[in-house]
């Protein structure tokens, strides 16, 4: 991989997004779809991202994702969904930052409440005290913010103090073989009294009907994960039932 090379994925649009639906678990709809990063020419899009968050080109491939997300979202799932956005704590903390995201969804007609942007912990956050200030200004403008795969970043617990995010979502760790191990259930009970009282939760990962049942009894209102949904182009998704 080279510099050239992401500069010419980003240019050309050498990539396309595809989405994975959220559940409201309690009522069994969809409450919006996350937007994931897909390129033929690089199969793990986290390496592409690491590769470019190396060389400082980290902020052009987020914007391009985010655009191209906020153009599909626009031709099939507008009206009362939201759509969920990987993000960089660097380009957050970007100048431009705001005023782009605010002028591309007001270029789509999408509101900004319907939007969500997660907070990708795999950067190290050096500044936390110019991004909450970045981060306080988009809630100012209508904004969700969430911190992505908490409880696996080494920094979850440290950004949860200095930011004060609309939604968490919680690893896939914490979803996996749910139904079959005690512990695990008490220890998302814990982060769910935890957590809960004053952010949205979404648990991640979920693979399974028992699973899913289990983080259901014990009071988790949405989830994300194959069981619903692999992700796919949006116009290809088949919602089901998450009864």
């Known amino acids: 991989m080279n510099i050239d090379l992401i500069k010419k994925i980003i240019k050309e649009q050498f990539f396309t997004n595809f989405f994975q639906p959220i559940y409201h ?14 390129c033929t020419l690089v199969k793990n899009p986290e390496h ?14 987020d914007t391009a994702s985010i655009t191209n997300s ?4 626009k031709k ?10 990987n ?12 005023q782009f995201l605010e002028e591309l969804v007001n ?41 992505d795969d908490f409880g696996k970043g080494e920094y979850s617990f440290h950004s949860l103090t200095e930011i004060n995010p609309d939604i968490i979502k919680l690893d896939r760790c914490f979803a996996k073989n749910l139904a079959n191990d005690p512990k ?27 699973d899913m049942r289990c983080a259901k009894s014990l009071g988790v209102s949405y ?10 182009p949006l116009h290809m998704i088949n919602v089901h039932s998450a009864t």
């Open 87 to 98: 993000v960089y704590p660097s380009t957050i903390s970007m100048s431009f930052f705001t």
């Open 107 to 147: 270029s789509f007609s999408i509101p900004s409440r319907q939007i969500v942007l997660e907070i990708n912990e795999s950067e190290r956050l050096t500044n936390l005290d110019k991004l909450s200030k970045s981060i306080c200004l988009l809630q100012e403008k209508g904004f969700l913010i969430a911190l």
């Open 184 to 210: 695990k259930q008490e220890t998302l009970l814990y982060a769910l009294n935890l957590l809960g009282e004053s952010n949205k939760i979404i648990l991640e990962g979920i693979e399974t009907e028992e």
């Open 223 to 232: 989830g994300q994960g194959y069981y619903f949904a692999k992700p796919l």
């Open 70 to 73: 906020l153009r599909e979202f």
């Open 25 to 38: 678990l309690v009522n069994q709809k969809v409450l919006g779809y996350e937007s994931l990063f897909r």
């Open 76 to 85: 099939y799932h507008s009206h009362h969904l939201f759509l969920s956005l």
């Open 48 to 61: 592409l991202f690491n590769y470019a968050l190396q060389h400082g080109l980290v902020h052009e491939l």
